[in-house]
């Protein structure tokens, strides 16, 4: 099991378990952040998350990824009105508690093998890169709640991150002012929570 604080494995397990925490003290009839959905259904689109991750874990491989951190997380506005379904129907089916998913995952992720290559909804990646893109989601998702879960410090730092990745496929020259905001600053602006000031008006969001 690793230890090293900086893992993404243990930043996203500490993300999922900030969450976990947040539940019983969140109105999920209350409107989120996310225009069209309470956070209910912020809920119920976090508790498939740890369901997700441990099914493409069983798929893990040697063959070479498909998929990068940008093309995954760019990728997800192709799926936008599978995930609007799933999260109405699991906030109707009161699927708010993450808990007990993450307890049944939270082994197999700390024990992934960070390099071999699963098979997720949008191709194939490695593991490595898919757990960035789930402390993204994770982190993201815990802002858009009311009242929001501050983040993990490391997972913060590791979806920050990977959203200027993104930036640097789509718009290579605005890396260097994204990289001067604080991150959640940066965070808020990359996934339109918020609106960019100046430059990076134009190339945000990169991604929803």
């Given at each position: 099991m690793p230890t090293d604080e900086d893992d993404v494995r243990t930043a996203l397990i500490r993300q999922w378990e900030l969450i976990a925490g947040a539940v019983p003290y969140i109105d999920v009839a209350?409107?989120?952040?996310?225009?069209?959905?309470s956070n209910g259904e912020v809920l119920a689109h976090l508790y498939v998350q740890p369901h997700l991750v441990s099914r493409f874990l069983r798929t893990a491989s040697n063959k070479e990824p498909e998929l990068g951190v940008a093309d995954n997380l760019a990728g997800t506005k192709a799926l936008k009105d599978v995930i609007d379904t799933s999260a109405q129907e699991?906030?109707?089916?009161n699927k708010f508690d993450i808990s007990g998913?993450?307890?049944?995952t939270r082994s197999s992720v700390l024990s992934a093998p960070?390099?071999?290559?699963?098979e997720t909804?949008?191709?194939s990646i490695s593991i490595e890169d898919y757990l960035v893109t789930r402390c993204v989601e994770a982190v993201v998702h815990g802002g858009d709640l009311i009242e929001p879960v501050a983040p993990d410090p490391v997972a913060e730092a590791i979806a920050a991150t990977a959203?200027?990745?993104v930036l640097a496929v789509s718009a290579p020259n605005f890396v260097a002012e994204a990289r001067a905001l604080p991150r959640g600053e940066?965070?808020?602006?990359?996934?339109?929570?918020?609106i960019a000031a100046g430059p990076l008006s134009g190339p945000t969001p990169v991604m929803s």
């Amino acid at each position: 099991m690793p230890t090293d604080e900086d893992d993404v494995r243990t930043a996203l397990i500490r993300q999922w378990e900030l969450i976990a925490g947040a539940v019983p003290y969140i109105d999920v009839a209350r409107p989120s952040r996310i225009d069209g959905w309470s956070n209910g259904e912020v809920l119920a689109h976090l508790y498939v998350q740890p369901h997700l991750v441990s099914r493409f874990l069983r798929t893990a491989s040697n063959k070479e990824p498909e998929l990068g951190v940008a093309d995954n997380l760019a990728g997800t506005k192709a799926l936008k009105d599978v995930i609007d379904t799933s999260a109405q129907e699991g906030a109707l089916l009161n699927k708010f508690d993450i808990s007990g998913p993450l307890m049944a995952t939270r082994s197999s992720v700390l024990s992934a093998p960070l390099a071999q290559t699963i098979e997720t909804v949008q191709g194939s990646i490695s593991i490595e890169d898919y757990l960035v893109t789930r402390c993204v989601e994770a982190v993201v998702h815990g802002g858009d709640l009311i009242e929001p879960v501050a983040p993990d410090p490391v997972a913060e730092a590791i979806a920050a991150t990977a959203l200027l990745h993104v930036l640097a496929v789509s718009a290579p020259n605005f890396v260097a002012e994204a990289r001067a905001l604080p991150r959640g600053e940066w965070i808020n602006c990359a996934t339109g929570r918020d609106i960019a000031a100046g430059p990076l008006s134009g190339p945000t969001p990169v991604m929803s």
